[in-house]
């Protein structure tokens, strides 16, 4: 699987090559700013990037704004996002853009190898993986309609299903059952007032509506 990976730090670019190609991926290109990613994703159509928030020349949102671009041009190349700080609008951002395929973390989770290979995969795959301090930090902030009318246990299971946890995934988190899991979930797109639909559709839509893009 083919990556490109953007990173100003030359000692943390160096390292997430390092660790994917450890992990199997072909990394095509690691550059140093944003005008350099482009080049690189137009040239050679990675399954995915891996960004850093803040790069050359501004050091503000240029990875987003790249980020973005890229999931309007070539939608079929993942992005995860690394951040030093917890900064929900660029996460939000993301998935406002497109609900599959996108990832955002902190960066002190490269430091946690299988973690982060774990979350890169699923992102490579379609899916999502939204840092666990960023979920934390929403679900402390999001107390108002409709989210007050989950259960503690349901806020568990949402803030897991935003991480992009599977249902195997947040059982054995939980230490509960998967039929538990589905029960939750199932009494979540209730209480969110999300009518029948197809049930991936319907827990991106949850996590959306968790982070109140939706």
């Known amino acids: 699987m083919r990556a490109v990976i953007a990173e100003d730090s030359v000692l943390l ?32 159509r990675p399954r995915v990037v891996v960004a850093d928030v ?3 020349p501004g050091y503000t949102d240029e990875g987003v704004r790249a980020a973005l671009l890229i999931r309007r041009q070539w939608p079929e190349v993942a992005v995860l996002l690394l951040s030093q700080y917890v900064e929900e609008r660029y996460a939000a951002d993301l998935l406002t ?6 990832g955002y973390l902190l960066k002190q989770r490269v430091a946690n190898v299988d973690d982060f290979v774990d979350a890169l995969q699923r992102v490579a795959e379609g899916g999502t ?27 568990d299971v949402l803030a897991l299903m935003a991480e992009g946890r599977s249902n195997a995934a947040i059982a054995g ?3 509960v059952s998967d039929s ?22 319907r827990r991106v839509m949850a996590v959306l509506r968790f982070l109140e893009v939706a």
């Open 13 to 44: 670019r160096v390292g997430l090559v390092k660790v994917l190609e450890a992990v199997g991926y072909e990394v095509a290109a690691a550059v140093g700013d944003a005008e350099e990613l482009l080049a690189a994703v137009e040239e050679h």
């Open 54 to 56: 803040r790069m050359p």
């Open 97 to 102: 853009s497109n609900t599959s395929g996108v």
């Open 129 to 155: 993986a939204l840092d666990p301090e960023v979920v934390a930090q929403l679900l402390v902030r999001r107390h108002r309609d409709p989210l007050e009318r989950l259960t503690p246990r349901e806020r």
């Open 173 to 175: 988190a939980l230490v």
């Open 180 to 201: 538990a899991v589905a029960k939750h979930i199932n009494s979540i797109f209730a209480k969110l007032d999300l009518p029948p639909a197809d049930d991936s559709h």
